[in-house]
């Protein structure tokens, strides 16, 4: 295994492992807005307001907050950039994303 496969699968496990952690006193009110239709998630890693509302910003503005400080957390403990962990999330995430909840495609918000 090259030195980039071995940090590859550390890397991918280590994604996976912190986005079960990224925010979870808040995954309950996520999976609301999600169900909603407000949030969706985005190819960067992060989510997006879809449908503005109350309170809406603010959750948006907290995740991601939450998920930049645990990609940077695995961008230092593999040496990549912040960049790929973020691009890796948002592949995983938009792949995990549910019947009716939104995901971002080009431009446009989609409904999966």
């Known amino acids: 295994m090259t030195n980039f496969s071995r940090r590859s699968v550390v890397f991918g496990a280590g994604l996976a ?3 079960a952690v990224a925010g979870p006193a ?42 930049r ?17 973020e691009q890796e999330a948002g592949q995983q995430l938009i792949g995990r994303a549910g019947p009716g909840e939104f995901v971002l495609s080009g431009n446009s918000w989609a409904r999966r």
């Open 26 to 67: 808040f995954a309950l009110t996520l999976d609301e807005a999600k169900a909603s239709g407000a949030v969706g998630e985005m190819p960067n890693g992060y989510i997006g307001v879809v449908q503005d509302g109350s309170g809406v910003q603010a959750l948006v503005d907290d995740v991601n907050a939450r998920r």
């Open 17 to 19: 492992a912190g986005l």
């Open 69 to 85: 400080a645990r990609y940077q957390e695995i961008a230092d403990a593999n040496g990549v950039p912040l960049a790929a962990v």
